[in-house]
Each structure stands twice: as structure tokens, then as C-alpha cells.
């Protein structure tokens, strides 16, 4: 059986040693106004409540189903069934395909005024390693959740070094 694994982009991202990780926080009313920042880029959502365990492991960590994804049930998620841990993937975000799928998962979703969120970017230079949702179809793994053309997935716990920014949203209103 063939893995797929998505194509590699040119975009350019700084190493981390160049700069700060975090961008300035973000404070959005719209899911408009963040999807500015996020076009062309592939990146894992986290709650910010979250964060320090996430540093303090260095890691973004594989959810092996002991902690409640802020995504709803994962339980039969394609990628955490991997090993995976899951990433949007913006970077076609103007094709119909992707458009067709994009409303059943915003990043978003956990977004609330008393919970922020944190947004990973992937750096460029690991995007060889980010395997297709495609595979879920090749596989006929149809009992299991995968966002097509929206969501990849990262074969190993993600070392925070490989990351190449942080962005820190919080909503104004519960709007999302």
C-alpha cells in the first residue's frame, strides 16, 4: 500500500533561532479576520490553556485519546489512529476542492472569549514529512473522521523546534 505525502511548497519560514517563536497576539471578531494569517501555511491548533504542558514536553504530542481534543471526538480519527498528530493545511485554501470541505472543520472551533487559542505554523521544511488525507481514501477507512483537502497529518510527535511561529488568538465575542 502507497503512503501519500502532500507536496512541499515554497514558503518561507524563519529558523527559530532567528526570532522570537511568538507573532503578536491576535484579538478577532471573524473567522474572515484570521484567515489572513493563516492562508498558505500548514498549522495545529491547541487551547492555550495547554501550552505550558506543551512546552514543558517540547513537544506537540500524539493524542493517544487520554486528553479531550477541543475538536470533538477523535475517538475515529484518521490521524490519531496513525500516530499522527493532526494539522490544518491552508496552503490551497483558494481551490474548490478545498473551499467544498473547509466549513467542517474551522480552526476556530475551540475559539471562545474565556479560551484563547494557540496556533502552531509548521516550518516549510517539514512538509515532506506530512502524510495526505488521501491516504483515508486509498485505505477505504471510510468509519474514520479526516477533514479531505483541509486536514494532514504529522507522523510523530511534533519537537517544537520543527514549528517556525506561534500565534495567540482570542475572540471578542462568542460569535464562532
Same mark, same amino acid.
Given at each position: 500500500m502507497a503512503v501519500v505525502r502532500?507536496?512541499?511548497a515554497n514558503v518561507v519560514s524563519l529558523p527559530l533561532h532567528t526570532h522570537s517563536m511568538d507573532?503578536?497576539?491576535l484579538s478577532i471578531d471573524t $473567522?474572515?479576520?484570521l484567515l489572513p494569517?493563516?492562508?498558505?501555511?500548514? $498549522?495545529h491548533v491547541s487551547l492555550a490553556s495547554s501550552l505550558p504542558a506543551i512546552k514543558a514536553a517540547d513537544q506537540l504530542e500524539v493524542n493517544d485519546g487520554r486528553r479531550e481534543s477541543p475538536f470533538g471526538n477523535?475517538?475515529?480519527g484518521f490521524f490519531r489512529l496513525k500516530g499522527c498528530v493532526s494539522f490544518f493545511?491552508?496552503?490551497d485554501c483558494d481551490s474548490p476542492a478545498w473551499d467544498e470541505h473547509a466549513n467542517k472543520c474551522f480552526p476556530t472551533v475551540p475559539l471562545r472569549t474565556e479560551s484563547q487559542i494557540v496556533i502552531f505554523f509548521l516550518a516549510d521544511t517539514e512538509y515532506g514529512k506530512l502524510l495526505s488525507w488521501e491516504n483515508?481514501?486509498?485505505e477505504e477507512a471510510w468509519s474514520q473522521r479526516v477533514v479531505p483537502h483541509v486536514e494532514c497529518g504529522?507522523?510523530?510527535p511534533v519537537p517544537l523546534s520543527v514549528l517556525s511561529s506561534r500565534l495567540h488568538v482570542r475572540a471578542n465575542s462568542n460569535t464562532f
Open positions: 502532500l507536496y512541499t507573532r503578536p497576539a $473567522f474572515g479576520e494569517h493563516l492562508r498558505g501555511h500548514v $498549522f477523535t475517538s475515529n493545511d491552508y496552503r483515508w481514501k486509498i504529522y507522523p510523530s
